[in-house]
């Protein structure tokens, strides 16, 4: 059996990536000059076959990004019960039988990223975004006993809507998560709606978006004397996690 040298991302416009850069880099300070990270960019999921199997025995994993995390769960062979009960699969380990296992390292991230952080006041967030990326959050809020409520452009049974966040509500969330791209690089002006007049020093803002590294929402956090953080700390921690499970 050859040697698995391959590892990438499996998204949609994801030239912007942080994964490659950053594995290319470890790679370089490894000296781990076999191995290769690309970025497969690939317009639907359903082409995600055609690109395993080519040459399937030099796979060794792939991260998985938007927007395809819950989408490509049906081409796995396994999936460990954390990602299962998300839903949602962001890391792909090919074992020597040519399996993919699907696991979420994006709980690892963002526990280890905001929980040095967190007072004993931040006992209810308010998680915006009900996409593939709210899922970890929400499982991660579960383990911690902090309670959620969910936050949407629409309305539904699952979460309430930007309009209903009035005052009370800020105040009784004082943990705020911006599960959103609203703010992502080029587009750094956008933000997600809701009332920053209500924020307060004993708020914490969290961005997963870590480019730029203060968002606009973070900045309207910071101007209220909010604790805020970005989501940078998060991916290396996921990243590092995905490398410890495709060497295990």
């Known amino acids: 059996m050859s040697e698995r040298t391959k590892l990438g991302l499996v998204g949609k416009n994801i030239s912007y990536s942080f994964s490659k850069v950053y594995f290319l880099k470890k790679f370089e ?3 781990l000059s076999n191995l290769t990270y690309r970025n497969f960019d690939i317009p639907e999921i359903s082409e995600f076959p055609f690109l395993i199997y080519q040459k399937e025995e030099e796979f ?4 998985v990004t938007i927007p395809y995390k819950q989408s490509i769960m049906c081409y796995l062979s396994e999936i460990d019960a954390d990602a299962q009960k998300i839903g949602a699969v962001n890391t792909i380990k090919v074992t020597d039988k040519n399996e993919l296992i699907g696991y979420n390292t994006d709980i690892y991230g963002f526990e280890h990223s905001l929980s040095p952080l967190l007072k004993q ?3 209810n967030a308010l998680v915006l975004g009900t996409g593939g990326a709210s899922k970890a959050i929400a499982f991660v809020l579960d383990k911690l006993d902090i309670g959620y409520q969910l936050v949407s452009r ?11 966040l009035s005052k009370e509500v800020i105040e009784n969330h004082q943990l705020i998560i911006n599960c959103t791209p609203l703010g992502t690089h080029p587009n750094i002006e956008n933000y997600p709606e809701i009332p920053y007049q209500f924020l307060s020093d004993q708020h914490f803002l969290y961005d997963l978006i870590y480019n730029p590294s203060e968002t606009t929402f973070l900045k309207k956090g910071n101007e209220r004397g909010a604790i805020t953080k970005n989501g940078l700390e998060m991916l290396e921690l996921q990243a590092e996690k995905s490398w410890e499970i495709w060497n295990s």
């Open 29 to 31: 300070v490894l000296k």
């Open 60 to 63: 060794k994993g792939f991260n």
């Open 121 to 123: 006041n931040h006992k």
């Open 154 to 164: 629409v309305k539904s049974e699952q979460a309430i809507s930007y309009a209903d």
